[in-house]
């Protein structure tokens, strides 16, 4: 999956050192990242500080620490003049799904979801005045009214439902994405995360499940999701009612016939392949 980026070790700790000529830079506009004029099969690369000092003048006095992979760490900066950049442009955060190399892709997409809350916490919602950095901990704080507000997860559930040797597929309706996928919602406030797993079944595709057993969890950055995977079996009747409101179709599918198709980054994904081949 993206997180898997081993050998290489991803840090969340919140250090806010200053950067050196080596640190990456992230920068992010409107679902896009910022890379450098290329072929889009070579390996991605970001920006370093030393790259961009003497086109951005104010470059080290608005950065915004974000994290570290090894000893290579990475900042935010939130807004960035590329027309000071001719050799850079912003290009879908999509790109991440498949470039290489993948804690390079992991860093980059997990940036754009920090770049996200940073975006949406200016202004403090409680007394509408400007946000501060906290100095302690990834937190923004109002220094007139004390609001302090943290990085915001939602947790969400991708469900395996199995009956013997069968697995359902679905489709989500109105999506760009069409690849299959399995059923999948977010949690609600005052439900456990198995609570989470019968209700969405029963909302989507209309039946009763039993014996959940866990199976992973995955951060999914695309979304800004924590996802927590299960598998599950058909308890009674198999017949389907689909919500065609939340997916264009849902069906069974023998272990052989589900399809290989797509990336392997995704929790999805890799639950699909483990029935397929009997490892779940």
Not at 113 to 123: A, E, V
Request: glycine share 6%; proline share 5%; hydrophobic share 35%.
């Amino acid at each position: 999956m993206i997180q898997d980026i081993a050998p290489h070790t991803y840090h969340n700790e919140y250090k806010p050192s200053a950067p050196d000529k080596n640190s990456f830079i992230l920068a992010y506009e409107k679902g896009s990242i910022l890379l450098p004029h290329q072929e889009r099969e070579a390996d991605i690369y970001f920006p370093r500080f030393q790259d961009l000092e003497e086109k951005v003048s104010d470059l080290y006095s608005k950065y915004i620490y974000l994290f570290s992979i090894d000893d290579q760490r990475f900042y935010l900066i939130p807004e960035l003049d590329t027309t000071l950049l001719p050799d850079y442009e912003f290009q879908d955060v999509r790109i991440l799904r498949t470039a290489r190399p993948q804690h390079l892709a992991f860093a980059g997409v997990t940036g754009h979801q920090l770049f996200q809350w940073y975006s949406k916490r200016r202004f403090c919602g409680c007394c509408g005045k400007p946000m501060v950095h906290d100095k302690a901990e990834r937190k923004m704080i109002c220094p007139a009214c004390g609001n302090g507000e943290y990085p915001v997860l939602s947790p969400a559930v991708i469900v395996g439902v199995t009956n013997g040797d069968k697995l359902i597929l679905s489709k989500y309706e109105g999506r760009n994405h069409t690849r299959y996928a399995m059923i999948a919602g977010f949690a609600e406030i005052g439900e456990t995360i198995e609570e989470t797993v019968h209700r969405e079944v029963m909302e989507e595709i209309g039946i009763k499940v039993k014996n959940l057993r866990y199976y992973k969890s995955q951060p999914w950055s695309f979304s800004g999701t924590l996802l927590f995977g299960f598998y599950c079996d058909l308890d009674g009747d198999d017949t389907l009612t689909v919500d065609h409101s939340e997916l264009s179709m849902a069906s069974w599918f023998n272990r052989e016939d589900i399809p290989d198709e797509g990336d392997n980054i995704s929790l999805t994904k890799e639950m699909m392949m483990a029935f397929k081949h009997g490892k779940a």
